[in-house]
């Protein structure tokens, strides 16, 4: 069984029409996995809410505090993107505790999908681009915690740096970061993975499968990692409303099998979150994010076959 965690919170936030973040989104692709048949409701798994004290190990606890309290200043909420709202807090508290159950669900089923998380613009005492904690930095750190698990491989495939998970994973020597990202695109000012890869505006599926492919070999052969927590960003479409690359639909899935079937071949647990993903059509978005689920589907259905 491939475990999906979801919470309805995730798409129960108010804000101004015409914003830019598709808050539904969570919703609609749950739906739409269901009523696809790519995923049955006995798969879906939800988190409780993350503790303040627990986010203060990754993150400022003043900054911690404000944000829950609602005493954050105008200028920190206009860099995060939102307008407060206890809605807003929920959501993100839900869904980084998400993300913390989707790596415990992957080291014991091998792999798990969380229909939220890749929250990687947010900083140790700030939040940017719609990212107010990181939780793929707070997951690892948690993970780390647990019996076997010495080494955490973040492998960002967002079109976006992923700039917060770089600084905040700074602290820790064996948390591994590596983001695959489009150059001249937000945030304007990069910070230093551990590794960065950045592709030219207009890459196409050719090359940037072979990258992908490359880079995740690479660095698993040279650090070992006991457990691989993957951003499976879709704004990487050439449609996106916030990307500049050209990849396809189909390259989309070849990625995500890719990225799956190489951590499936080395044994190693990956934890998938589904992380940016932009269009103001949501059929098409479902269709994009989809491709995770369906190449976990299609990897795990070949494993079993052997």
């Not at 606890?61 to 206009?78: C, E, P, Q, W």
């Not at 940016?276 to 689920?293: A, K, M, P, T, V």
Request: hydrophobic letters at 35%; glycine letters at 6%.
């Amino acid at each position: 069984m491939l475990p999906l965690i979801y919470h309805a919170s995730y798409s129960k936030l108010a804000l101004p029409s015409k914003h830019r973040f598709p808050a539904t989104k969570y919703h609609y692709l749950y739906q739409y996995l269901l009523q696809q048949g790519i995923a049955q409701p006995s798969q879906f798994f939800a988190a409780e809410a993350v503790t303040q004290q627990a986010l203060s190990d990754i993150h400022c606890a003043n900054y911690v505090s404000h944000f829950i309290n609602g005493t954050l200043d105008t200028k920190s909420m206009r860099r995060i993107g939102f307008p407060w709202s206890e809605s807003l807090v929920e959501r993100t508290l839900r869904s980084v505790a998400g993300t913390e159950l989707t790596c415990q669900k992957a080291i014991d089923h091998g792999c798990a999908i969380h229909l939220s998380g890749g929250y990687h613009h947010a900083h140790h005492q700030f939040g940017s681009g719609f990212c107010i904690f990181n939780d793929l930095t707070y997951a690892a750190q948690q993970a780390l915690k647990l019996p076997d698990i010495d080494k955490v491989l973040i492998f960002d495939c967002d079109v976006h740096q992923g700039d917060g998970t770089a600084t905040t994973a700074a602290a820790f020597d064996n948390i591994i970061t590596c983001s695959i990202h489009c150059q001249h695109n937000f945030p304007a000012r990069k910070q230093q993975s551990d590794y960065d890869i950045e592709l030219p505006r207009g890459t196409a599926d050719k090359h940037y499968l072979e990258t992908v492919s490359q880079t995740l070999s690479y660095l698993v052969r040279l650090h070992q990692p006991d457990l691989i927590i993957y951003d499976a960003g879709v704004d990487i479409h050439i449609d996106d409303n916030l990307g500049y690359l050209n990849i396809s639909t189909e390259g989309i899935y070849a990625r995500d099998k890719s990225v799956i079937q190489q951590a499936y071949s080395t044994k190693i647990p990956i934890a998938c979150v589904i992380g940016g993903g932009y269009s103001n059509e949501q059929d098409l978005l479902n269709i994009r994010h989809s491709q995770l689920f369906l190449a976990a589907n299609s990897v795990l259905a070949n494993n079993l076959q052997k």
